[in-house]
């Protein structure tokens, strides 16, 4: 798996919000932002760096990401 394929992952999992990759704002480090909002996870090295590493690492995170990426999703639902 790459950066492209993961992006398109979590796109694909949430179409009806806007999935993008980022700078984390409150530590040093990559996160995924839903309409904007920071999820409450954020990795070091960044992506493209992990896919060169080892490609079972994205897919690993993936699975920690949609969670955080659900939850970002109900809350930015409710407002």
């Known amino acids: ?7 398109e992952k979590l796109r694909g999992t ?3 919000f806007e999935v993008t990759l980022g700078d984390a704002e409150h530590v040093d480090g ?3 932002f839903v ?3 920071s999820i ?3 990795w070091s090295p ?3 760096i992990l896919e060169t590493k080892e490609a079972q690492c994205l897919e690993m ?3 920690d990401v949609i969670t955080y990426v659900q939850q ?4 930015l639902s409710k407002d």
């Open 35 to 37: 309409n904007g909002h």
């Open 30 to 32: 990559e996160s995924v």
């Open 72 to 75: 970002t999703c109900h809350i």
């Open 14 to 16: 949430f179409p009806d």
């Open 46 to 48: 960044n992506l493209d």
């Open 40 to 42: 409450e996870l954020a």
């Open 1 to 7: 798996m790459n950066k492209k394929i993961f992006l």
């Open 61 to 63: 995170l993936l699975e």
